[in-house]
């Protein structure tokens, strides 16, 4: 008997590892706005849904490093639904005080942009699966606003 269930779980856990889940990716990083004491960031990432109804997404929550460091963190619950059988853009602003910026100056260095790994956990609640997190992860360069960016 207990060789039939450790056959049963083994099938069933086979079965859900070939279901087919939502995947994203992040398109762009893009500056925002220039403000007194921060600079904000938006991220754009698209995520495809191969299910014919809509997922509602529990939370967005990332981590924004430079340079080894964590330079922003945030979590946005939720930010809405993932559309039927189709790609959702989804937008978020992130905020870096001027006073990380500044501790980044040695990356900044000639060319005035900031290499960054962006790492994004967006939770949905499948049926049948469960509570379920996509994770997504970026690199690239951000370039810094400059004084004409203020005026």
């Known amino acids: 008997m207990a060789s039939l269930l450790a056959k049963a779980k083994d099938f069933v856990a086979d079965k859900a590892t070939t279901i087919p889940k939502p995947e994203g990716s992040v398109t762009d990083v893009d500056l925002k706005d220039v403000n007194r004491d921060s600079v904000e960031y938006l991220a754009k990432v698209s995520v495809t849904n191969p299910y014919s109804h809509s997922i509602p997404i529990g939370e967005i929550s990332f981590t ?3 340079a080894g460091r964590e330079i922003g963190k945030g979590k946005i619950p939720d930010p809405g639904s993932l559309k039927a059988n189709g790609m959702t853009a989804l937008d978020f602003p992130m905020v870096v005080p001027y006073s990380i910026l500044f501790n980044l100056a040695r990356d900044v260095g000639v ?21 379920f997190t996509i994770p997504i992860s970026s690199k ?12």
């Open 64 to 66: 924004f490093h430079s």
């Open 111 to 131: 060319d005035w942009d900031i290499d960054y790994e962006l790492q994004i956990g967006l939770t949905i609640d499948l049926p049948v699966v469960g509570e």
């Open 140 to 151: 690239g360069e951000i370039k810094l606003p400059t004084f004409k960016d203020f005026f």
